[in-house]
């Protein structure tokens, strides 16, 4: 079956560096995809990875590994903004999109 | 990126009335759009993607004659909740895909519907 897993909720500091992790098992695969959501909001894109490796945008990085089925997004410098929640999408061979439950984020001053 | 428009932004109706919501695609063609339901606090959750010119495919337990999808053109897809009641209130997401097989997906705002 197909399944996307990433924790629930984490909780940060202002400043600080954090990591959500994200492990995939997908029907084919083509592309792991990093959304922000706040809440009442549609979610906004962050990131999109193919290939094994780190890819950095300015405070945020998302890294893929396709052997380990896993992908994790980097927050750095966080900010009270931040708060929000974070989801992971794989890309199956279809090129369907499926949803991780998405992971809560909870910056404190 | 591109524009994804979802009208209306809040809609309140009474039980049983239809509402229908719009997606536009802004500043591209979407041969494909999908439809989401959001309940709060969970995450998305789709409905069924609408290929233009042919009928939704609809995800398994998402009742097509209740949820009506319509994507009559490459820039427009209604989504029209008929005999609406108040199990039917959520926050409802729209989001369309520039090309046949690019990733990206660019969302609409949502619309948050209310059934009294």
């Known amino acids: 079956g197909q399944n996307i897993d990433q924790p629930t909720e984490m909780t940060a500091t202002e400043g600080a560096i954090v990591q959500i992790n994200c492990t995939y098992q997908?029907?084919?695969?083509?592309?792991l995809f990093w959304y922000q959501q706040h809440a009442g909001e549609a979610p906004t894109f962050l990131s999109y990875?193919?290939l094994d490796g780190l890819e950095e945008k300015g405070r945020f990085s998302s890294f893929l590994s396709r052997s380990k089925g896993y992908s994790y997004l980097l927050l750095k410098e966080l900010q009270m903004k931040d708060s929000a929640s974070y989801l992971c999408a794989s890309m199956d061979s279809n090129y369907q999109l499926i949803w991780g439950a998405g992971t809560k984020l909870i910056i404190k001053p | 990126g591109a524009v994804v428009s979802q009208h209306p932004s809040w809609v309140i109706c009474k039980s049983g009335t239809s509402v229908k919501i719009e997606c536009r695609s802004l500043?591209?063609?979407?041969?494909?759009m999908f439809w989401y339901r959001q309940f709060p606090k969970q995450s998305l959750m789709l409905m069924a993607t609408?290929?233009?010119?042919?009928?939704?495919?609809?995800e398994q337990g998402v009742e097509k004659d209740k949820f009506l999808i319509n994507h009559a053109s490459l820039t427009l897809s209604t989504l029209t909740v008929t005999s609406a009641h108040p199990e039917d209130s959520s926050f409802y997401i729209c989001?369309?895909?520039?090309?046949?097989?690019?990733?990206?997906?660019?969302f609409g705002e949502g619309s948050r519907l209310t059934v009294l």
């Open positions: 500043d591209f063609q979407a041969t494909t």
């Open positions: 990875n193919v």
């Open positions: 609408s290929n233009e010119g042919s009928k939704a495919t609809y």
């Open positions: 997908t029907s084919g695969f083509n592309g």
């Open positions: 989001s369309a895909k520039q090309g046949a097989d690019t990733g990206e997906l660019f």
